[in-house]
């Protein structure tokens, strides 16, 4: 009721203005454009491979009826003939060349009969191809990838959590020479782009034997500037007399940082946790340079392998995107509002 409440406000006296329908028509166009492409994908990954190949496409997954025909091993395609005397006919096809197609009729297959292909119009019918979704576990080894991009989602995320709040912390509790040199220098490395360090990254990396392992994806990236800010910011809401409270009942500096300072920034770590899943989840440069066997891929990766020099099944390739989208989709639409309310009380701007 709320939602429909706030749909049908408007600026008029009972009735709408002009600046109602013109505002709808904005976030209509908004909508239309963010989502449209999503739509598709979806669409397309319910089809057959030979629909998607049909031209013109089409957003439903439409797909070209077949019928079994006595003497042939395969189910035909059928089309809508016009014959020599003007006559339409549902005929299948049983081999095509050039612009001649030989036909027959599913009742009479002893008779066949040579048309112009301009001459005869596919029948299709709505054919959700679900076996899309199920056969990638059958045929390909997508549960090994999913696991690899879920495991290194996951604990990538929570050291990432564990070392910049401790960098954050000591940054915003504790007073030392070169403080803000250090801090203004981990600022700093956000104006350096991750492609320029990829050389010397791929270098330690091999250096400590972490090629073709899942740690040289997650090691490399769990101290981030700008998690630091973040939670800096937020912590430097935090009372130093609670801190000092603690400290005079003997509470060691570990306790403090683990009893205190972490559950009163959880909003503050929401909101870098969700922004940890999506750089993770995401992450392909990363991944390409350090895992080169195919047992270690993520999704990002096999995606990327998945689309061979001469032949890519789309049917396949779409749908694994759309298992790829589905879990970073669910993480920001059900936890969007702790980056809006974590943002604002950290005091960015």
């Not at 801190?243 to 005079?248: D, K, N, P, Y």
Request: without cysteine.
């Amino acid at each position: 009721m709320a939602i429909v409440k706030f749909l049908t406000r408007t600026h008029g006296r009972g009735k709408p203005d002009w600046t109602d329908w013109l505002s709808y028509a904005y976030l209509f166009v908004g909508l239309f454009t963010m989502f449209a492409p999503i739509l598709w994908l979806v669409m397309s990954s319910l089809k057959t491979e030979s629909a998607i190949s049909q031209f013109p496409p089409s957003f439903l997954p439409y797909s070209q009826k077949s019928v079994v025909v006595a003497g042939h091993e395969k189910p035909l395609p059928l089309f809508t003939t016009k014959l020599a005397d003007g006559q339409l006919r549902e005929m299948a096809q049983v081999r095509r060349i050039g612009i001649m197609a030989t036909m027959v009729d599913p009742a009479k297959p002893e008779l066949e009969i040579r048309v112009n292909i301009n001459d005869r119009k596919p029948i299709n019918e709505l054919k959700f191809a679900a076996n899309n979704y199920t056969d990638l576990f059958a045929k390909f080894s997508f549960g090994r990838y999913l696991w690899n991009s879920v495991f290194i989602t996951v604990v990538a995320t929570l050291l990432t959590l564990l070392i910049n709040s401790m960098a954050a912390f000591a940054l915003s509790k504790y007073q030392f020479r070169g403080q803000k040199a250090v801090f203004l220098l981990i600022i700093a490395t956000l104006m350096i782009p991750p492609t320029i360090i990829l050389v010397p990254v791929f270098l330690v990396i091999n250096t400590v034997g972490l090629l073709n392992s899942l740690w040289g994806v997650i090691l490399p990236a769990i101290a981030t500037p700008t998690g630091v800010f973040l939670l800096r910011q937020y912590m430097l809401t935090i009372p130093d007399e609670l801190l000092e409270a603690a400290r005079m009942d003997h509470a060691s500096e570990w306790r403090i940082y683990w009893k205190i300072i972490l559950p009163l920034a959880a909003p503050a770590l929401a909101v870098l946790a969700i922004f940890s899943v999506m750089w993770r989840w995401n992450d392909f440069l990363l991944p390409l340079i350090v895992l080169s066997k195919s047992e270690f891929f993520t999704l990002q990766l096999a995606l990327n392998s998945f689309q061979g020099e001469l032949n890519t099944q789309w049917h396949y390739l779409l749908a694994m995107t759309v298992i790829t989208l589905i879990p970073i989709t669910l993480v920001f639409a059900f936890l969007q509002k702790y980056i809006t309310t974590g943002i604002a009380s950290a005091g960015v701007k």
